[in-house]
């Protein structure tokens, strides 16, 4: 089965299938700030950031970044996989060595390879096997070669999360750097700031190297890395993604400028947000589907494809639009629905798809 870009039409479904989970990208204050920067300053960035595409907001930008994840330094990539690319990429080289979850986002999975460094993957969540991994390759290590963990904290396909608590403290006992991709924890984790996983289990000191994007809960577009000034330093002048690419326009950079700033100081979309998620959960239970999740990305395991794209289709028919995932976005044999959350969604909506699943799901106990 070919895979296709299907139109989603938001005036005939409602999206569960989205990252935006503050609802942001309709914001009317995002709106207005996009709106700003492209009368005062016009469409297009004009050149990649080293010519002269960085602006007085792009370093506005870096600086409240940095603030927002407690780093010394900031840099902002055009998206999070050229983030993802360019970064393993610009730091980490052969002999060097990679401990990765087995079900990293595939940007972090690009990255390791056009590294050259060598990796090794443990399975997901594992942390005992991660610990193996690190002991097994201590007497194979090269004096002068670094080794970092990688991983998502939040999955992306799978709605969990990793104990950074845990991961930091073996980091600290196998001398091993830590990246972490907030993709989907940015805006949505974090007692205070909001900024994501780190400041949720108080480890952002811990972690050598953060990277977000600005693509799903913050509403716009973009991507961050966050962490010492030297390693941001060496990236400016060695990511190629980062080099070799014109800079973001300055709507984009003003939007998300705006959504910092907002996630930090209104905390109502959060509220709302995670409102959605237990008053789902709860439908859930009520209506006897084995689904749960503690973020807003519940995967409804279907196994085969078909079947998964095949529920997903008869949902749409519904007026839900909700996405099948299937094979090699995730392992084969547990094709998915990944239905996602909004703080935008009106519990009417949770209601109707829930009643929606009981009919189209084929479950043996229902
Ligand atoms: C979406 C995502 C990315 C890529 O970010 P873009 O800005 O969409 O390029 C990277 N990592 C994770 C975990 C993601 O979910």
Not at 138 to 143: A, C, D, E, V
Not at 225 to 253: E, Q
Request: include cysteine; hydrophobic fraction near 40%.
């Amino acid at each position: 089965m070919l895979r296709q870009c299907r139109i989603f039409d938001p005036d005939e479904r409602i999206n569960f299938a989205g990252n935006d989970y503050l609802g942001l990208s309709e914001d009317p204050r995002l709106k207005a700030a996009a709106i700003e920067a492209v009368e005062r300053y016009g469409t297009g960035s004009g050149s990649a950031r080293l010519v002269s595409g960085t602006q007085a907001l792009t370093a506005h930008l870096e600086e409240k970044l940095a603030a927002f994840k407690s780093t010394e330094s900031a840099l902002v990539f055009n998206s999070g996989y050229q983030a993802n690319v360019g970064l393993l990429q610009g730091l980490v080289g052969p002999g060097d060595w990679l401990f990765c979850d087995r079900l990293n986002h595939a940007s972090l999975v690009d990255g390791c390879l056009l590294s050259g460094a060598r990796w090794t993957r443990y399975r997901h969540l594992d942390l005992n096997h991660l610990e193996a991994r690190l002991k097994d390759a201590r007497p194979k290590r090269q004096p002068g070669h670094v080794q970092w963990i990688v991983t998502d904290s939040v999955f992306s396909m799978d709605g969990d999360y990793v104990d950074l608590k845990a991961l930091t403290a073996l980091a600290r006992q196998y001398d091993a750097f830590v990246l972490i991709d907030e993709a989907h924890a940015t805006g949505i984790f974090g007692p205070e700031k909001s900024s994501g996983l780190a400041e949720q289990y108080g480890v952002s000191r811990e972690i050598t190297l953060q990277m977000g994007t600005m693509s799903k809960a913050l509403g716009g577009f973009g991507a961050y890395v966050a962490g010492p000034k030297v390693l941001i330093d060496t990236l400016i002048n060695r990511a190629r993604s980062f080099i070799y690419s014109t800079a973001l326009p300055p709507s984009v950079i003003a939007s998300d400028l705006k959504a910092v700033e907002l996630v930090q100081s209104d905390p109502s979309m959060k509220t709302r947000l995670w409102q959605n998620i237990e008053t789902f959960r709860q439908l859930l239970q009520e209506a006897g589907l084995p689904f749960d999740s503690q973020t807003p990305i519940f995967p409804c395991i279907m196994g085969e494809a078909s079947t998964a794209v095949d529920v997903g289709n008869r949902l749409k028919d519904a007026g839900y639009f909700v996405q099948g995932i299937r094979p090699p976005t995730v392992p084969a044999g547990t094709a998915r629905l990944r239905i996602t959350l909004s703080a935008s969604h009106q519990r009417h909506e949770l209601e109707g798809l829930v009643s929606a699943l009981r009919d189209v799901i084929p479950i043996q106990s229902q």
